[in-house]
């Protein structure tokens, strides 16, 4: 039952309906550049409320929604907004609950799009709360990932650089051990993935951890890389040492599977240079990209045009 | 005699007594209950008594109080199991063993400081327990889940 449904955690979600969200992006990828022909949200209003700054995510989300012909009420700068008179996020959504049809909340709080999803009665959807979740990116991801190798059972998925504080990478992997693949973490020690997500995933499928990309490449049919960030080392040698490890290159990649693809959330820095983006290889712009027909997708289901 | 037996002939008038409490927990029993402070209530503690199902136990008697369910969800945390008999008059009038309820709500808040429970004064902090041993929850909210140790510090 989508209908009025809140997105809020990706765990929220069962196999058969994030699949059928997959399905109905995929639906949806026709129109994702071009507009929907029906206009199936003529009537609706969606609002964004983004408490921190994440344009891109913002403009994705309000372009899905008109791209399905629903208008869109954007939250103006903190600055001026009763947010910054020091109204508490619960009493905000009672309020803007009645200007619109569905709120997407953007916020820095962890589980603020849980509270607000108690308060609304229109369905809410999570479009990141600081470090927890952000169920849209996942289900984009796994898009891409579906779309690209024709689907995900049977495939090895790696993930490379930051698995500690990396959020993606915690609520993408979580979702992937619902299927039936193989999940390989590489990373610096001091950034391994959190033992309780380790501990968590292993219940369900197997999982490799190790330092050494060189070593698994062969194996992958997904690389996920992440971006290693200079705030989390104390020591800038120390960063440089280990993020110039995990820098993807050419011959890396011509030594991986024939269906190899490489993703990333980007923003990348120096991870993933320049000169890998025109190889085949190199999905992550077209993964960004699949954030329109996964979120047309969501907001056509929980509005109910069908 | 036993120290078992010894204990179970020193009688309270009123009061309740917490038995089978993992060993070296009482402590932390009291100052859940925030009575270690408190010089109006009289308190007896024995550690290390030997337990025939626990192997060592703690036990706490507490004398003119008689716990409310918050407080008994407390003690549930860390001495899951533990047995609590209430006394009046010097006679036993209710004796049960404390049970970790499956949601857990306004006991504890998340440990997580970035957490919305931490910040948004409308809502109680609310867990689901995930297992009882070892202890591990999850918040409702960031669903960041905590263990034994992080629980501990975490009781209101």
Redesign the interface.
């Known amino acids: 039952m989508w209908l009025n449904r809140d997105i809020v955690s990706i765990g929220d979600l069962s196999v058969e309906e994030i699949m059928e969200v997959l399905d109905r992006a995929n639906k949806m990828l026709p129109y994702a550049s071009t507009g929907h022909p029906r206009k199936p949200l003529a009537d609706k209003i969606v609002a964004t409320l983004f408490y921190e700054p994440s344009t891109r995510t913002r403009l994705s989300f309000e372009s899905a929604a008109m791209r399905l012909g629903a208008r869109v009420l954007s939250l103006g700068s903190l600055e001026e907004s009763s947010v910054a008179k020091g109204e508490t996020l619960s009493d905000t959504i009672r309020i803007i609950n009645s200007y619109s049809d569905a709120i997407v909340l953007r916020h820095p709080s962890e589980g603020a799009a849980r509270l607000a999803s108690e308060y609304a009665d229109v369905p809410v959807i999570n479009a990141g709360d600081g470090a927890g979740q952000h169920p849209t990116q996942t289900l984009l991801d796994m898009f891409t990932i579906w779309k690209e190798l024709g689907q995900i059972n049977g495939k090895s998925i790696g993930f490379v650089g930051d698995l500690k504080y990396g959020r993606t990478v915690h609520s993408l992997s979580k979702a992937l051990s619902l299927f039936d693949v193989s999940l390989y973490f590489i990373s610096p020690e001091e950034l391994k993935i959190p033992k309780h997500i380790k501990r968590d995933i292993e219940k369900r499928i197997p999982v490799k951890e190790t330092k050494n990309l060189d070593e698994i490449i062969e194996s992958l049919d997904v690389l996920y890389v992440t971006r290693i960030q200079k705030e989390r080392f104390p020591d800038i040698e120390e960063y440089k040492k280990v993020a110039g490890v995990y820098v993807i290159r050419p011959s890396l990649l011509s030594r991986g599977r024939k269906n190899l693809i490489v993703m990333h959330p980007l923003p990348r820095v120096d991870e993933i240079p320049a000169e890998i983006d025109n190889l085949p290889q190199a999905k992550y712009f077209k993964q960004a990209s699949n954030g329109i027909p996964v979120r047309m997708a969501i907001l056509d289901m929980i509005l109910g045009s069908e | 005699m036993t120290e078992e037996k010894m204990l179970k002939v020193e009688k309270i008038r009123r009061g309740t007594v917490i038995d089978h409490i993992p060993v070296g927990r009482a402590f932390k029993v009291l100052k859940i209950l925030k009575i270690s402070t408190d010089p109006g209530v009289t308190v007896s503690i024995a550690i290390h008594v030997k337990s025939k199902k626990m192997g060592l136990k703690d036990v706490v008697k507490i004398e003119d109080r008689i716990l409310d369910s918050s407080e008994l969800n407390k003690i549930a945390l860390i001495a899951e199991g533990g047995t609590i008999t209430i006394v009046e008059d010097y006679s036993v009038i209710k004796k049960f063993v404390v049970k970790l309820p499956d949601i857990i709500t306004g006991i504890l808040k998340?440990s997580?400081a970035?957490?919305?429970?931490n910040?948004?004064?409308?809502?109680k902090p609310s867990f689901t327990l995930l297992s009882k041993n070892p202890l591990s929850i999850k918040?409702?909210?960031?669903?960041?889940?905590m263990e034994t140790d992080e629980i501990m510090d975490s009781i209101l």
């Not at chain 2, 970035?114 to 429970?117: G, I, N, T």
Request: hydrophobic share 15%; with cysteine.
């Open positions: 998340c997580n970035r957490c919305v429970s910040t948004e004064s409308v809502i918040c409702h909210y960031c669903e960041r889940e």
